[in-house]
């Protein structure tokens, strides 16, 4: 098993770690920039509560964790101030509708690429409904970042966009056009579709490999 697994506790030790980490990370990026804490499913409900009131006081821009318990989430929300987001890992409507009826998170994070734009937009229309706003879940490439853009910008409640800058050095080559980011805000194509091609002959140079 990895460290932490499965008992998926919180020891003193981690959360030190955390605070001492993100108040290095406060300490260099300065006052004005948005610090996220990804907590993913690294815990159970009591080492999320024992996690996120020993740093609810350094400001962050949101905690983010997945729970498959939408009432424990909700316990954790009201726990602290800082906003909290989660959702990522969610497929269709009946999956967010408990999490919107217990009002689980401040964020809901949908992922354009596994519930496709038609299944987002419905997500995204449930959540305005109980007056939540959404957030694009894209650590993948180009084309989930056109296809995420794309639902920020035809959405009422769109919150802040991930984005994914570490990949491979030929990421670049697989669309015809990449996404173009200026003054940190990206900017939505006005090409048809999605905005870009796929690159065909870039694809079939890089076939996907499976690890043994």
């Known amino acids: 098993c990895t460290p932490g697994w499965p008992e998926l506790n919180a020891d003193k030790t981690v959360i030190d770690a955390l605070r001492n980490q993100l108040q290095a990370f406060r300490e260099g990026a300065g006052p004005d920039v948005g610090i996220l804490l990804d907590l993913n499913f690294n815990f159970k409900t009591e080492g999320y509560l024992r996690v996120v009131r020993a740093l ?3 400001g962050l821009f949101w905690f983010e964790i ?3 318990d939408p009432a424990s989430l909700r316990r954790i929300r009201d726990a602290v101030q800082t906003p909290i987001a989660s959702c990522e890992s969610l497929f269709g409507l009946r999956g967010f509708k408990p999490y919107f009826e217990h009002y689980s998170m401040d964020v809901a994070i949908i992922d354009v690429p596994w519930n496709g734009i038609w299944q987002s937009m419905k997500i995204a229309a449930m959540a305005e409904a109980y007056e939540v706003n959404c957030a694009p879940h894209n650590f993948y490439g180009n084309l989930s970042t056109l296809m995420s853009a794309h ?3 035809a959405i009422p409640n769109f919150r802040i966009m991930e984005i994914d800058i570490d990949d491979v050095p030929w ?7 990449v996404p173009e980011i200026e003054n940190g805000e990206l900017k939505v194509p006005s090409a048809p579709g999605w905005g870009a091609e796929l690159n065909e002959e870039v694809i079939r140079a890089h076939p996907p490999t499976m690890a043994i």
């Open 56 to 58: 609810d006081d350094l």
């Open 66 to 68: 997945d729970l498959y």
């Open 151 to 153: 639902l920020c910008a």
């Open 171 to 177: 990421k670049d080559d697989i669309l015809t056009d």
